[in-house]
Structures are given as structure tokens and as C-alpha cells.
């Protein structure tokens, strides 16, 4: 059976990459894709920025909106996920039998809200990306 691979790039948008995570678990669900539909979220640690640059940024935020230093060092101490590129990735595994059903999900995941915005990305068997977002896929726990 060949996969198909999509990749979605939320970037820093963590609320947009649940609501995606929360539709396909309801599909899976309803449309009893169990084996069919398999996704995994991958979270890339963007480089930090030094800490100079950082707290002249935070300390910037507090005087516009009236905070004290320590609170705002607070609020960037609770926001770990707010330097993290959120990407989605999803495997379509269905049957030879199934292809229109293939084609059918192929279509319709890219365009459905919270995964047109993320730059949709297909890879399928034989595409010389193939191999290697196979071995990310399996790699993610």
C-alpha cells in the first residue's frame, strides 16, 4: 500500500494547529478512517534570539502597555510554544480498491479552513521528497 503525505505549516499559530488536529481526529472518527488517516504534529524550535535583544523587545511591550519588568518576564517565561514552528504532518494509506475515496480526502483536507492557510504540501510515492518525509514521518513519536 502506498502513502501520500501532506505537510502543513502552522508556523508560531498553535491555536489554528488544534483546530486542525481536533478536525481530523473527527473525521477519523466519523468516516471510520482508523488505519487510513495517521497524523503526527512536529514542533520545530526556532532560534532563540540573544538575551539583550529579547528583554529590549519585553521591556518595549511593558512600557506600552503599563507592566512592570517582572511581569512581562513572567508572560515570556509562560510562552515556550511561542517560539516553536507548529507542522502538522498526515499519511493517507488506503487500498488500491479505494483510490476515488483517496483522491476524494487528497481534495478535500487542503481545502477545508484551518489547513488552506498552513501552505499545503503533497508528497506522493516516487516524488524525490518521498523518502525523506517517510523517515520524519516514522521518527516523531
Known sequence: MAHIYLLFAFGKD???AQLAWHKL????????LDKKLLYKVERIAVAP???DEKSAKVEKA???K???KAAVKEQAKESPAASEDVRLLVRLGF???EKLSEQRWLDRIPSEEPFRDASPEVVKPGEAKFEATEQQFE???
Do not use: I, N, V
Open 14 to 16: 498553535e491555536e489554528k
Open 25 to 32: 481526529e473527527s473525521w477519523k472518527q466519523a468516516f471510520r
Open 49 to 51: 534570539e540573544s538575551g
Open 62 to 64: 511593558a512600557k506600552g
Open 66 to 68: 503599563g507592566q512592570g
Open 95 to 97: 487500498s488500491g480498491h
Open 139 to 141: 521518527d516523531l513519536d
